[in-house]
């Protein structure tokens, strides 16, 4: 079941429904568990790889190359830029650059209708429920940029590196 809330957008004053996060967040050890159950691997097997895979992934991503995680998506740096842009080609170096971001994408593959669907999105056997606990039950996920009413600012919901 997908918990939602009503938020009110600062910038427009309209009202949105939102996806929210309850309970605590799955942690490496309980993933490392549930993935051992599908597979011949142990979880602590399990666990070491999931332990391993951000240094990994961080090694490739400095070489500037992407990440495709089968079933999954893409990972890919992006950079953060000062200014609002230059006027030509040549005054552009890495002076602007103010930071990076690790851009995901999730997997798509085309379904019957033409269109596609995404990884880790189900497109069928979810139902939406309107949350009604206390605030305090939720679950705050650090983000740099927060959604704004359905969409996302320009680099929401992707993680930083610091």
């Known amino acids: 079941m997908i918990f939602w809330k009503r938020i009110q957008q600062v910038i427009n004053n309209l009202w949105y429904p939102r996806c929210i996060t309850i309970g605590k967040p799955v942690e490496t050890q309980e993933l490392a568990i549930r993935i051992a159950r599908e597979c011949t691997v142990s979880p602590a097997d399990t666990h070491a790889v999931l332990r391993a895979l951000p240094n ?5 991503l400095k070489e500037s190359r992407a990440i495709h995680l089968e079933g999954i998506g893409w990972f890919r740096y992006t950079t ?3 200014g609002n842009g230059v006027a030509t080609k040549e005054e552009v170096s890495e002076k602007q650059i103010k930071g990076l971001r ?3 994408t999730p997997e798509r593959a085309r379904n019957a209708e033409g269109g596609y669907t995404r990884a880790l999105i189900p497109s069928t056997g979810f139902t939406y429920m309107e949350w009604l606990g206390r605030p305090s039950e939720e679950t705050e996920i650090p983000d740099d940029e927060e959604e704004e009413g359905g969409g996302t600012q320009p680099g929401g919901g992707e993680g930083t590196l610091g």
Do not use: Y
Not at 56 to 60: H, K, P, Q, W
């Open 56 to 60: 990994v992934m961080t090694d490739f």
């Open 102 to 104: 690790v851009h995901f």
């Open 80 to 82: 953060i830029s000062t």
